[in-house]
């Protein structure tokens, strides 16, 4: 028997003994314990209907970095990376928000050389951005910028250059970053994405 159909039967078994109080017994205050106990057992009852999903860690996809023929491939597995184990989305926006915790990342890539993205990604604190888009003083962002191929983040070289070519492609600007050098990068040949889509996180 699983867990939720034993809570489901404790639940009636507590609304069965909350109706016998109303039935059987005459004191008020019984009578309205009686009362509360059948509301609190309802509500338990169905609280436990509702579908439960079961929350699991991301799935591990992984792609082979040799398979890769294109500079949009790469930027295919860079929007993956983006999305998922580089966790990129979690403070940055693509496009104006007031609620990002971090630079809009919308048309980066045409702004910035790969070589400025990649020391962006890696030394993080070698140059600070400050949003001067704002009439009045600088917006200052509370998220810190971690170094993104070290613990947790941890993204390998190949990975790195597939995000910079991602971001190159969405701000419509031709990938420069060449299939061959990155290919040219590791020996290992696959690496690991961690995809967060297959849950519906």
Known sequence: MSEVALLQIIGLVVVGIGIGILLFLQSKFLRVMGFVIIVLG???????????????????????????????????????????KGQCALCHSIGPSESARCPDLKGIGAKLSPEFI?????????????????????KEYPARMPHINKNPIAL????????????????GEPISVKVEDVLGISENGSTEVASVADHGA
């Open 42 to 84: 309802t509500f338990s009852l169905i609280a436990l209907g509702v579908p439960q999903m079961a929350s699991l860690p991301p799935a591990i996809e992984t792609f082979d970095i040799t398979k890769v023929n294109t500079p949009d491939d790469l930027a295919g597995i860079g929007q993956k990376i983006f999305f998922s």
């Open 118 to 138: 990649y020391e962006s990604l890696t030394d993080p604190q070698a140059y600070i951005y400050l949003d001067f888009r704002h009439e009045d003083v600088p």
């Open 156 to 171: 390998s070289e190949q990975e790195i250059y597939s995000v910079i070519a991602f971001l190159q492609k969405m701000s």
